[in-house]
C-alpha cells in the first residue's frame, strides 16, 4: 500500500458544527502533516506530527486540532470554523528524516458556509 | 527562514515541444532538499522528481530533469516530449533537515495539442 487516503472527500459545514477530517497510511511512515491550501495558492503547513507526537504546530487557530491516535492514523477536529476555513485540505506522510519527499492524499474540499 | 520563489505563475507548451519551469530559493543551510511536485485538477499532490543539495549532478527521471544551480540558489525543471497529461499545477519545493517541506507560489502549465 503506497497511499495516503483522506475522508471525507467533500465536507460542507456550519459555523457551529464540530465535524472530524481524517487521514490514513500504511507505509509505516513515523511523520505525518496537514496542509491547507487556498484556490491557486501553494499549500501552506500547518501540523507536524513525528513519532505520534505533535512536533510543529505553525500558529494554527484552536478551532483546529490535530490528533495522531497511532502510526497509520491522523485527525483534524474542526470546531467553529469561518468561512474563510473554506479550503482543501491536504494530508501528507514521510518516513521521518527522511529525505525522500512526502506522499500526498488527495484532500478534503472543506467549505464553511 | 527559507523562502522559494516560482516567477512564472503560467506557462503553455506545444504537445512534445520542450518546456522548463524557473525556480529560485533562499536559504542559510548548506544541506537541503529540492522537489518538484505536480497538482493536477484531480488535486493530489505527485512528486516528479527531487534533487539533494550535495549532489552535483543533475536528477533526471524520464522526460523530466532539473537543472541545479547551488551557487545561484536555482532549481529548474525541464520536461521534454511534453504530453496532454503533463497539464497541472507545479510546485518547486525547498526541505531542511527539520523534514519541514516549504512550497513556493507554484507554474500552472498548459499542454496545447
Known amino acids: 500500500d503506497t497511499e495516503v487516503t483522506q475522508t471525507p472527500k467533500h465536507l460542507v459545514m456550519g459555523m457551529t458544527n464540530k465535524k472530524s477530517l481524517k487521514c490514513e497510511q500504511h507505509?509505516?511512515?513515523?511523520?505525518m502533516y496537514w496542509y491547507k491550501q487556498k484556490a491557486k495558492k501553494p499549500p501552506e503547513l500547518m501540523f507536524v506530527?513525528?513519532?505520534?507526537?505533535?512536533?510543529i504546530n505553525e500558529s494554527v487557530p484552536s478551532r483546529f486540532s490535530p490528533e495522531c491516535p497511532n502510526s497509520s492514523l491522523l485527525n483534524l477536529h474542526l470546531h467553529a470554523l469561518q468561512p474563510e476555513d473554506s479550503a482543501l485540505y491536504l494530508c501528507?506522510?514521510?518516513?521521518?528524516?527522511?529525505?525522500?519527499?512526502?506522499?500526498f492524499g488527495s484532500g478534503t474540499r472543506l467549505t464553511v458556509v | 527562514a527559507q523562502t522559494v520563489t516560482q516567477s512564472q505563475p503560467e506557462m503553455s507548451v506545444q504537445e512534445a515541444e520542450t518546456v522548463t519551469l524557473s525556480c529560485t530559493y533562499d536559504?542559510?543551510?548548506?544541506?537541503?532538499?529540492l522537489f518538484w511536485y505536480k497538482q493536477p485538477p484531480s488535486r493530489q499532490m505527485i512528486l516528479v522528481i527531487r534533487?539533494?543539495?550535495?549532489?552535483?549532478q543533475n536528477a533526471t527521471e524520464n522526460r523530466f530533469s532539473v537543472n541545479f544551480q547551488k551557487a545561484a540558489k536555482s532549481f529548474s525543471l525541464k520536461i521534454s516530449d511534453s504530453q496532454l497529461g503533463d497539464t497541472a499545477m507545479y510546485f518547486c519545493?525547498?526541505?531542511?533537515?527539520?523534514?519541514?517541506?516549504?512550497f513556493g507560489t507554484g507554474t500552472l502549465l498548459a499542454v496545447q495539442p
Open positions: 501528507a506522510s514521510s518516513q521521518s528524516g527522511d529525505s525522500g519527499g512526502y506522499t
Open positions: 507505509m509505516g511512515h513515523r511523520a
Open positions: 506530527y513525528s513519532y505520534e507526537k505533535l512536533s
Open positions: 536559504t542559510s543551510e548548506s544541506n537541503y532538499y
Open positions: 534533487q539533494e543539495a550535495y549532489k552535483q
Open positions: 519545493a525547498f526541505m531542511s533537515l527539520l523534514n519541514k517541506l516549504i
